[in-house]
Every structure is written in structure tokens, then in C-alpha cells.
């Protein structure tokens, strides 16, 4: 136990928490300890009763069954190569603007209804790796298909569209798109370039105290894990979800992007 303990402590913080609560979101919903309505986001219950920790579990609801196997591990090797390269020595940062590209997840999909925001934030943080690879890196989908690291996120999105049609599709689509104002205000848009909100993108002191870190790694271009000096693997494995069943046009097995009750 005191090895697994420690192995554990050796993933960064930020990937740390990330994946640790989607074990224990989505675990406690597929073993009956907690009701999956109970974690989904419904805007009368978060804003009205004020029921807040809906806006925390929304984003960590897998699709359960084998398939969230492959979203776990896609997860996790996103946020690490993420944490451990281009935020290097900044978690504090990484978890920062992670809070700020939640927040745009839940507007830019806001007009679709959606009860979970899972695969927005996964297609959130892939855009912003695969903008940040190194020119010619390339990523395998299943061990089976290899493609350009830069066109991983439209593959992903081209597959819920295919397999879980267009609903489960516009949610991606809508987490790109947090993903690609993350990329462009943050990182400039281009390798090695700072965005207009660079400067504001900084965690505050409080954030920093709370990793230990002393904020001299300075600014995201400028940093120990520069975009530009990227080193990647390049090797990624993913699926596609499920095939949507009768009543279940998204793929996800606890109803999101539709309405409560339908």
C-alpha cells in the first residue's frame, strides 16, 4: 500500500486531482454509492438551491463501462504531458486557467443543454496539447490509426459524430473551441509566442502558496516548459464511445444534453 501511495504522489497535482476525481465521480455512480442525478448540472438546482458541488461532479461523469477505461487513459496522458511540459514548475498556473476554461465550457454550452461537461473538457485539454506539439508529432488512436498530433481533436470530434451523433459532437465541439481561446490568448496562437492574456493568466499568490511554488518561472512563453522546446511522445490511446442506444442519442449512459425526465 505505502508503494502504491507512492507512486501515486509521483503524478503531478493537477493531473493528480483531475484524474482522481473522475475515479471517484464516476466510481461512485457506477457502484450505486451515489445517484447519477445527483452529480449531473442542472442549471435550476446549481443556481436556485444552490446545490454547487453539481458544477465540480459535471465535469468528471465518465460514460462508464469499458469504454471510460480509454477516456481515463486519454485523460491522463493529456493532463501529464500537459503539467509536466508545457507548465512545467507551474501547477499553480495549469490549475488556474484550468478554472477559467471550465467556466467557458459551461457557457459555451449552455445553449445545448448539456447535464455533463465531461467530453468538452477533454476535447478542451487535447486542443490545447495538440497546439502546443512539436511540428510532426503524431498520436495513435486505439494502437490502430496513427495521425498527426495536430489533427487529434477533429478526429475525436469526427468520431462522436459518426458514433453518437450530433448532440454528443456539438459538445466537443464547443470544448475546441474553449480550448482553441485558451491556446490563442494564453500562448499566442503560435510556437513560442505570448497571447494578449499571458499576463493575466498567472495563478494568483494564494493558488501558488497552496502548490509551494515561488512564482519565478515567469510568464507561460518564457517558462522552464516553453511551448517551443515541447517533447512529446506522441503516442496516445483512445475510442470512441459506445453506440448510442434506444433513448440514449449521446452515448453516455447518464443522459447528457437531455432533458431530465425525458
Known amino acids: 500500500m505505502d508503494q502504491i501511495i507512492a507512486e501515486i ?3 503531478p497535482p493537477v493531473t493528480r486531482f483531475v484524474c482522481g476525481s473522475s475515479l471517484a465521480v464516476t466510481l461512485s455512480v457506477v457502484i450505486g454509492v451515489v445517484s447519477p442525478y445527483s452529480v449531473l448540472f442542472v442549471k435550476e438546482y446549481v443556481f436556485k438551491k444552490l446545490q454547487i458541488w453539481r458544477l465540480y461532479t459535471a465535469f468528471f461523469v465518465g460514460s462508464g463501462g469499458f469504454n471510460y477505461i480509454f477516456e481515463f487513459i486519454m485523460l491522463y496522458r493529456t493532463m501529464n504531458d500537459l503539467e509536466t511540459r508545457s507548465y512545467f514548475l507551474r501547477s499553480s498556473d ?8 471550465c467556466a467557458g465550457i459551461v457557457g459555451a454550452t449552455w445553449p445545448l ?3 455533463i461537461f465531461t467530453r468538452a473538457f477533454l476535447l478542451c485539454i487535447v486542443y490545447l496539447y495538440s497546439s ?3 511540428p510532426g508529432a503524431t498520436t495513435s488512436i486505439m494502437g490502430l490509426v496513427t495521425v498527426p498530433v495536430k489533427y487529434y481533436p477533429y478526429v475525436l470530434i469526427g468520431f462522436d459524430l459518426i458514433i453518437a451523433g450530433p448532440q454528443a459532437a456539438a459538445q466537443s465541439v464547443a470544448g475546441a473551441v474553449v480550448g482553441h481561446a485558451w491556446w490563442w490568448s494564453v500562448w499566442g496562437g ?14 494568483p499568490q ?17 517558462a522552464g516548459g516553453t ?8 503516442i496516445h490511446v483512445s475510442a470512441p464511445r459506445e453506440a448510442p442506444a434506444p433513448g440514449n442519442p449521446t452515448g453516455h449512459s447518464w443522459g447528457s444534453g437531455r432533458r431530465l425526465g425525458t
Open 206 to 222: 494564494w493558488m501558488m502558496d497552496i502548490f509551494g511554488e515561488t512564482g519565478q518561472a515567469g510568464p507561460p512563453a518564457a
Open 190 to 203: 503560435e510556437l513560442g509566442s505570448q497571447g494578449l492574456l499571458t499576463r493575466y493568466a498567472r495563478a
Open 94 to 101: 495549469l490549475a488556474w486557467q484550468l478554472l477559467w476554461a
Open 132 to 134: 502546443l506539439a512539436p
Open 9 to 11: 504522489k509521483k503524478i
Open 227 to 234: 511551448a517551443a522546446g515541447l517533447a512529446r511522445s506522441g
Open 113 to 115: 443543454r448539456c447535464f
